[in-house]
């Protein structure tokens, strides 16, 4: 689950405040970009991604990651996911709440999900067990982030919705220090993205070709 906000872009963004106009025009290239993938190239990257996130140090030696569903032509997770629960690793995936902040679930294989409209938003795929609380992503060593691009100073471009500002800020407060990457396509990962005051860089972004880590990272 990662299409947290409007599919179609409103002027509103991040808590409430007016959205930067340079990040809906980016955010727009990106998705018909995206959207424009054929199933087979979605399917491979999945695959190449899993791999490629599962020899990171931070993964290896995680006990608690915070994790999505990948919906549509996001890149893809599950593969990911199964992999890490085979490693008896607790997953974390979130159920958005209706001020788009996230609550949590542990996820206990794909059976476990659920499919589940927002209003006007995409359907999302989130945990059909207990729901744990928004703080229970503090717990986490890894967090994996959605996102639309990267820039080279480790910058993420989410899609405008908010949900992750909220999480990334009750981190903070928490004094929680998990590692934050980012999931992409390798067209993603950009020179440059729009940044706003309350934004903060991620540690290191994946994509099927590789890592590429920050020098904010752990």
């Known amino acids: 689950m990662s299409a947290f906000g409007p599919e179609r872009e409103k002027p509103v963004g991040q808590f409430g405040r007016p959205d930067d106009p340079d990040k809906r025009t980016l955010r727009r290239e990106l998705l018909s970009v995206r959207n424009g993938l054929t199933a087979d190239v979605v399917r491979d990257s999945a695959a190449a991604l899993a791999e490629r996130a599962l020899d990171l140090p931070e993964l290896a030696r995680a006990r608690t990651v915070a994790a999505y569903v990948s ?4 890149p893809g997770t599950l593969a990911l996911l199964d992999a890490l629960r085979a490693r008896g690793v607790r997953v974390l995936l979130p159920a958005l709440l209706p001020d788009n902040d996230l609550d949590w679930g542990a996820y ?13 938003k995409m359907a999302l795929l989130e945990p059909s067990g207990e729901r744990l609380g928004p703080d229970a992503v503090t717990a986490a060593d890894v967090v994996l982030l959605p996102g639309l691009a990267v820039d080279a100073r480790g910058m993420r471009l989410g899609r405008g919705g908010g ?10 407060r928490a004094g929680a220090r998990p590692a934050l990457v980012v999931l992409l396509y390798d067209t993603e990962v950009v020179e440059r993205v729009p940044e706003e005051a309350h934004d903060q860089p991620v540690h290191a972004v994946v994509t099927p070709s590789g890592v590429r880590r920050f020098r904010s990272g752990v």
């Not at 206990?108 to 006007?120: D, I, N, P, T």
């Not at 949900?163 to 903070?172: G, K």
């Open 71 to 74: 919906v549509g032509a996001e």
């Open 108 to 120: 206990e294989g794909e059976g476990s999900l659920a499919r589940v409209q927002h209003g006007g």
């Open 163 to 172: 949900s992750y500002d909220r999480v990334l800020a009750r981190l903070e």
